[in-house]
Nanobody, 127 residues
Framework: HVQLVESGGGSVQAGGSLRLSCAFSGYTYSGHCMGWFRQAPGKEREGVARIATDSGNTYYADSVKGRCTISQGNAKNTVYLQMNSLKPEDTAMYHC?????????????????????WGQGTQVTVS
């Protein structure tokens, strides 16, 4: 049973920072990736950032590039998202995710139509 638990969200003023954390368990697929998505009310889910667990290669949505940094813990069952220079348009529920398989780690697939396991999310509100 795969479980993902996010934390670190909150309410901040524009220009502020937040560090989101996600810990997951029960996931046995190796050589995978981890990532963050967000969804604002009335909007489609958006891929925010992805990290490959073996290489550490990272990819970001254009909307957050230069402001966010994704990283993984030493045990590779945790993933973080450092968000700086937050804007009101960053307001959303943020979910971490791990894929059903390696196919969904292909960058184009990850950001377009990812399928995998999700956490419940942590709310980020920027005013």
């Amino acid at each position: 049973h795969v479980q993902l638990v996010e934390s670190g969200g909150g309410s901040v003023q524009a220009g502020g920072s937040l560090r989101l954390s996600c810990a997951f368990s029960g996931y046995t697929y190796s050589g995978h990736c981890m990532g963050w998505f967000r969804q604002a009310p009335g909007k489609e889910r958006e891929g925010v950032a992805r990290i490959a667990t073996d290489s550490g290669n990272t990819y970001y949505a254009d909307s957050v590039k230069g402001r966010c940094t994704i990283s993984q813990g030493n045990a590779k069952n945790t993933v973080y998202l450092q968000m700086n220079s937050l804007k009101p348009e960053d307001t959303a529920m943020y979910h971490c995710a791990v894929p059903y398989g390696g196919f969904w780690c292909i960058v184009s697939r990850f950001f377009a139509d990812f399928e995998g396991y999700w956490g419940q999310g942590t709310q980020v509100t920027v005013s």
